[in-house]
């Protein structure tokens, strides 16, 4: 498959709470696009981390996902299976505050599109996964809608089960670049 081309940048953030089918959605779009993703670095951190983590591990879960988007600075196109707002509002509910660090990242993130994942999709133990009841992935989906509204982010909302929810978000895709060939 040919890589799309524009005069625009696609750079394509994936997010929301756990267990809302990011990860999927991202290699999804990666492939049906022909252009590369980067995955939540945190997972791989925390894989090896060898302990449980704590607040000051997140700090360096952050340096960690920014030196992967660097990775991509270059090509210009490409889609990240998070963003920082997800490891801002994860550090408020798990310790109660958000180190400077992450904050200040959320401001130099650069995203030209935010998916916003319902969590309309059944939770999957994860050993990673803190928050199975759906009254938590509720309440998570909520912070991040006011943490986008208070950055004044636009972000699209993608629900749907399986191959809806990557037909939506290919809507969404299509319509904000332009209704590009795709």
Do not use: H
């Not at 993703?37 to 945190?42: D, K, M, V």
């Not at 600075?73 to 920082?84: G, K």
């Not at 200040?104 to 990673?128: G, R, S």
């Amino acid at each position: 498959m040919e890589k799309i081309t524009s005069n625009i940048a696609m750079r394509i953030a994936v997010t929301g709470p756990e267990s809302s089918g990011k990860s999927k959605l991202t290699i999804d779009l990666s492939r049906a696009l022909n252009i590369p993703f980067t995955s939540e670095y945190s997972r791989a951190f925390l894989n090896d981390l060898g302990r449980p983590y704590d607040q000051s591990d997140l700090t360096n879960i952050c340096e960690g996902q920014i030196a992967k988007w660097q990775e991509f600075q270059a090509s210009e196109d490409f889609i990240s299976d998070t963003e920082m707002i997800s490891l801002k509002i994860w550090s408020e509910v798990k310790y109660g505050f958000c180190e400077d660090f992450i904050m200040q990242a959320i401001n130099n993130q650069k995203f030209d599109l935010y998916l916003l994942c319902l969590p309309d999709l059944p939770w999957e133990f994860d050993k990673m996964r803190e928050a199975p009841s759906q009254k938590d992935r509720n309440l998570i989906l909520n912070r991040f809608k006011r943490e986008f509204e208070m950055y004044k982010i636009e972000y699209q909302v993608v629900s749907g089960i399986g191959n809806e929810r990557f037909k939506n978000a290919m809507g969404i895709v299509k319509k904000t670049f332009n209704n590009l060939n795709i």
